[in-house]
């Protein structure tokens, strides 16, 4: 009778059925059937990642009009706190993505997993572009506009050029047709992979921005409005990367500048 350490070791080495897990079936060792049901969750978990990861591969595909057009998807990360950058990324995809296996929308994934796969598409993509649209521009044309501007800028920094644009939730002026996608982060692969660059090139920011101005806590809270943010901007008062058209922090230079 094999070892369970060496059922397991077998077991972690396979990722279809295979005949001899038959007889596991019939093992007696309660330790083997929860083996053999842990690997059962696992297969059937990939089985939900890869049917996910092709229905995001199909929904792109759909917008091609030959099978060599390049397909871009743009996504943004920070439009709604009170402090730092939009950040938006552009990203083309190749052919060949099945290392992207698991890939959703960025507020799904894990830091981990966040920063693991933005690795995989820098290394794979047949072009990306990051763009930061600095809090002072937010304050002069509006976060709508601003976010519109940032993300144009980064479909047109793509080399080569894509044949069309997918933007999550924004129709972009740009010289190829563009088409806005709700909740495209969900739906598309070339989304949600700009999603993740968006997302992990503003943490990153803000992390920076923690060590200049360590008394707000931006490497907790990223800049969004929460209570620990709030308080520290009520006894510190805005900072130079605060957006001075946001609530609560226009209140409160309005309130200063009476004093």
């Not at 072009?127 to 521009?137: I, L, T």
């Not at 803000?206 to 490497?219: I, L, N, S, V």
Request: hydrophobic share 40%.
């Amino acid at each position: 009778m094999q070892k369970t350490s060496e059922i397991k070791e077998k077991l972690d080495g396979v990722t279809e059925w295979q005949p001899w897990m038959e007889e596991l079936q019939s093992d007696p060792r309660k330790s083997v059937q929860v083996l053999l049901a842990s690997w059962q969750r696992k297969r059937e978990q990939r089985g939900k990642l890869l049917m996910n990861h092709g229905l995001k591969l199909q929904f792109d595909a759909a917008f091609r009009s030959g099978e060599r057009d390049l397909v871009a998807g743009i996504d943004e990360a920070g439009r709604g706190p009170l402090a730092g950058p939009v950040v938006t990324a552009a990203v083309i995809l190749p052919e060949d993505c099945s290392s992207l296996v698991g890939l959703d929308d960025s507020k799904q994934l894990s830091k981990a997993k966040r920063d693991q796969f933005a690795e995989i598409i820098k290394r794979i993509a047949v072009s990306y572009a990051v763009h930061v649209q600095p809090p002072k521009e937010i304050d002069r044309i509006n976060i709508y506009q601003a976010t519109k501007s940032s993300m144009t800028e980064a479909a047109l920094a793509l080399t080569p050029q894509p044949a069309v644009v997918l933007a999550d939730a924004m129709m972009l002026d740009v010289p190829m047709p563009c088409e806005s996608i709700i909740k495209g982060d969900a739906k598309s692969l070339s989304i949600a992979a700009a999603s993740i660059l968006a997302k992990t090139g503003r943490d990153a920011l803000m992390a920076e921005y923690a060590t200049e101005y360590p008394q707000y806590g931006f490497d907790k809270h990223a800049g969004y409005g929460t209570k620990e943010h709030v308080a520290a901007l009520e006894k510190y008062g805005p900072c130079e990367i605060h957006r001075t058209t946001f609530e609560p922090v226009k209140s409160l230079l309005t309130q200063n500048s009476l004093f």
